[in-house]
């Protein structure tokens, strides 16, 4: 009897993130990626279980992926206002694959309510910790609520900046983190 092969979770992710992407979150079904695999419905059962766990991995995998993009731009153990800025910068720098990819994600959270919790303990992790009695700890959360607001409207296709127009905006965003945002 021959040993059954190990199944691939990154490669099962993304697939399943192609299948996200490209036909929606009604269409992500563990038989689709299943198919698209070239495995059976029960491997991905055995790997993932649900498709809300399907969708945790990919969030989870994401999250890793920021995680170390974040450690680059500012170290291991950033204090809340640094993470702020490792959060502009990855934000900043994330290329078109990227962005759809994120919002891709995000409409899933929409349709998944369940996972809305594990993104805003996702969120207060990162940024709780922001001290909203200093000037730096209000001006970090302007920053951090900026970058995402120009991260959504970006990801879903609502403003298309020039790379001059967004390496204008990270600039901005990093002199409001240092205080020295002047308005001309």
């Known amino acids: 009897m021959g040993r059954r092969p190990a199944i691939d979770r990154d490669k099962v992710l993304d697939i399943a993130e192609s299948i996200l992407l490209t036909a929606g979150t009604a269409s992500l079904t563990i038989d689709a990626v299943a198919k698209a695999a070239g495995i059976s419905k029960g491997g991905v059962q055995s790997c993932f279980g649900t498709k809300n766990e399907l969708i945790a991995a990919m969030m989870?995998?994401?999250?890793r992926e920021y995680d170390a993009q974040v450690m680059a731009a500012?170290?291991?153990?950033?204090?809340?206002?640094?993470?702020?800025?490792?959060?502009v910068h990855a934000t900043m720098e994330m290329d078109e694959e990227s962005n759809a990819r994120a919002a891709g994600m995000m409409a899933a959270l929409i349709e998944a309510s369940e996972h809305i919790a594990s993104t805003r303990a996702w969120y207060?992790?990162?940024?709780?910790?922001?001290d909203?009695?200093?000037?730096?700890?209000r001006r970090a959360r302007l920053a951090f609520l900026a970058t995402e607001g120009a991260f959504m409207l970006r990801a879903f296709g609502f403003i298309r900046p020039s790379e001059e127009e967004w390496r204008g905006l990270n600039e901005d965003l990093l002199a409001l983190l240092n205080g020295k945002l002047l308005v001309r």
């Open 74 to 87: 500012v170290g291991p153990s950033p204090g809340p206002v640094e993470a702020v800025r490792g959060h």
């Open 60 to 63: 989870e995998r994401w999250a």
């Open 124 to 130: 207060r992790d990162r940024f709780g910790g922001l």
């Open 132 to 137: 909203l009695q200093s000037e730096e700890g």
